[in-house]
């Protein structure tokens, strides 16, 4: 009887084992993938709340490129929000954006130079600026 139960509660801790190193696996390659992002690639709420209705759905329309891998039509989509909205409270989210989806096109120098720096250089004072010069110092 004693046997029995050690072997049940090995099967148990071997059971439960598998199951934590499947989460911890899952958990840690998940940011990995196209869809995910970081929290600095999120823009925050009080700035999306300030922004006009098509000012939002352009957003919209370029993070769905970035989400789903398309990264130059996502950069292209980020200059169109730029050169319309350039006085939106989203327009430095959106040059951030514009960095990260040049890094993803492996165009590191460009991000850097005209993605990231421009953020610090227009928005000093933005939340995105602290997130670019993190970025570049990252990079």
């Known amino acids: 009887m004693a046997r029995k139960n050690q ?3 090995r099967r148990l801790t071997t059971i439960m ?3 934590t190193i499947t989460l911890l696996l899952f958990m840690a390659l998940s940011p990995l993938s196209n869809g995910a992002r970081s929290s ?13 209705s098509m000012e939002r759905y352009q957003m919209k329309i370029a993070e769905k490129h970035f989400l789903s891998g398309n990264f ?3 950069l292209a989509e980020y200059e169109k929000f730029l050169t319309l909205y350039e006085k939106s409270p989203g327009a430095p989210y959106a040059q951030l954006m514009w960095s990260y989806s040049m890094m993803k096109l492996k165009k590191p120098k460009s991000a850097l130079r005209g993605g990231f720096q421009s953020v610090i250089d227009y ?3 933005s939340h995105e600026a602290t997130i670019a010069a993190y970025c570049m110092g990252d990079s």
């Open 7 to 9: 072997e049940v509660s």
């Open 17 to 19: 084992l598998l199951r």
């Open 40 to 52: 600095l690639q999120q823009i925050q709420v009080e700035t999306f709340e300030k922004m006009r």
């Open 72 to 74: 130059k039509v996502a």
């Open 123 to 125: 928005w000093p004072m």
